[in-house]
């Protein structure tokens, strides 16, 4: 059976969008966050642990800074940095 491997190259780079639960524990809490793109690009919050904030900001847009990667065809973020955008600065 061949396999196939993507290079686990990351890059640094920011992109926009709004934070969407992506994972919930028995308790219903919510413990993944993913960036959904406006060009219906998903890119998942690596280190959520660090930004526990943006669990509760479930359909807030914003801009995000870090290091993407991509993996099984996933695209994944270890977030540096975010900021929420403001709705009335559209």
């Known amino acids: 059976m061949k396999q196939t491997t993507e290079l686990n190259q990351s890059y640094r780079e920011t992109i926009r ?3 969407v639960p992506a994972n919930w524990n028995d308790r219903f809490q919510v413990t993944g966050v993913l960036v959904a793109c406006h060009d219906e690009r998903e890119v998942k ?19 995000f800074t870090g290091l993407v990667r991509k993996q099984d065809g ?14 009335e600065s559209e």
């Open 17 to 19: 969008g709004m934070v």
């Open 45 to 63: 919050v690596e280190n959520l642990e660090s930004f526990p904030n943006l669990q509760a900001l479930a359909q807030q847009e914003a801009v």
């Open 74 to 87: 996933m695209e994944f973020i270890f977030l540096e940095d975010f900021t929420l955008v403001s709705r």
